[in-house]
């Protein structure tokens, strides 16, 4: 289980970023929406398209969630 956040501010390709708490990339705090605590980053995505319509997995914390 891991705490997972998404980007206020979106990448300039219009996505929202989901990262782990442990993420050495994080963007600063004041832009980090808490999505919740799950077991992978599929779930952490679903809830991160509940807030913003195109979010992607970190290519650092969620690589199995990046849009490769
Ligand atoms: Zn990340």
């Not at 501010?9 to 970023?17: D, L, S, V, W």
């Not at 077991?39 to 809830?47: E, K």
Request: net charge negative; proline share 6%; glycine share 4%.
């Amino acid at each position: 289980m891991d705490s997972y956040y998404v980007n206020r501010n979106p990448q300039r390709n219009g996505e929202h970023e989901v990262h782990r708490s442990i993420c050495s990339h994080l963007p600063s705090k004041e832009n980090l929406i808490p999505l919740g605590t799950f077991t992978d980053c599929v779930d952490a995505i679903i809830a991160a398209k509940k807030l913003f319509p195109t979010v992607d997995g970190c290519m650092y914390c969620c690589y199995e969630c990046h849009h490769h």
